[in-house]
């Protein structure tokens, strides 16, 4: 007996799926599981099915909803002139947690990444141009990654054309953040995007 | 639309009860399952379900088994005549991968832990007593913590009325350690237990 009884070894392959979970904490999840009561692996079980059965994507924003629209576009107090523009669905609670952004979604599903085959037909691109019109801003709120970078400046250039207006994240200090601390490449984006003190 | 939909909610929470799974892991986690194919959703909550359903706990050592009694002590190769006490059915295979111990095992099913309210009758200690017999060797390898070792006295305690010989894991410098970076109990123990180079 050098391996794992076969139903074990099933449940930590299937931990190790998932992302920042190595084989180690999935061997810990899983004796977890085998050493608590049924309830808890009956619950999560049924919590993972649950999940993928009421969970389905706004048919506007692709934002998670259960129903056809999210509560999101169904909102009317919601300002529809202004897209924010983001890779996944988890980056609108980011925004929403705030409460500084008091208009609506666009889930791409991804960033422009050549190498693993994503391109612009692969993200939700041309349902975000048949959403705007010329009156609107588009907020892009991609990462601060290369991809996200090359993803938000392909989109300018797309939506250019439109003559719609374009916006971004501003690039500067965390909050908090010590000046001893922040890489250069941000230190140069908050000298050239200073603001004047009024 | 602070808060996600409830079935996502209550996935991040069967999650966040794992153990070193925060908040933050169990929504990624949550938000893997949701964009991951619906296989994906079934194959989880399946694997988790079959574990509970086939697993069980060996008669005879309490170890995992998919029988009554686990491979192990089927095993008529295994040296019946040492017993090596481990607190949980994982540490078994920490043993196993080594090959470097053929005897028998015996899960205790936790340590001693008054203040958790885990005395000796919640442990499977009165099975380890009715299994030996004064021609065994029991090697007690509970973990170097402090209730490990409180359960290891009290353990060596009991089998010294057995008249059977107690063992435990020798404790020293762990393999491609530096000396710099051991503890200093560690090297107590190292220098107590020092052996003769031969």
């Known amino acids: 007996m050098n ?3 076969e139903s074990l070894n099933n449940l930590i392959d299937e931990f190790s799926r998932f992302p920042g979970i190595g084989k ?9 599981v085998l050493n608590s009561s049924t309830n808890l692996a009956n619950d999560l079980s049924q919590a993972v099915l649950d999940l993928k059965s009421k969970i389905r994507f706004c048919e506007k ?5 259960e129903d056809t629209y999210c509560s999101i576009c169904l909102d009317s107090k919601r300002d529809i002139n202004i ?3 983001v890779e996944n669905p988890a980056d609108i609670y980011t925004f929403e947690k705030t409460s500084a952004f008091r208009g609506v979604y666009h889930v791409l599903g991804g960033v422009l990444s050549p190498l693993d085959g994503i391109g612009p037909d692969v993200l939700n691109i041309g349902s975000l141009l048949s959403r705007i019109s010329s009156s609107n801003e588009v907020l892009i ?9 090359a993803t938000c400046l392909y989109l300018a250039n797309l939506l250019e054309e439109k003559s719609v207006k374009v916006t971004r994240l ?8 010590d000046l001893e601390f922040v890489d250069e490449a941000t230190i140069m984006r908050a000298i050239e995007d ?3 003190i009024q």
Do not use: D, H, W
Not at 24 to 29: D, I, P, S, V
Not at 143 to 149: P, Q, V
């Open 194 to 196: 200073r603001s004047e």
């Open 61 to 65: 924003c692709f934002g998670i909803s």
């Open 83 to 85: 897209i924010c523009v």
């Open 3 to 5: 391996s794992f009884p």
């Open 141 to 149: 709120a991609t990462n601060a990654t290369i991809e996200g970078e």
């Open 170 to 177: 501003a690039r500067g200090l965390p909050i908090g953040g």
């Open 24 to 32: 180690k904490t999935a061997q810990r999840m899983a004796f977890y």
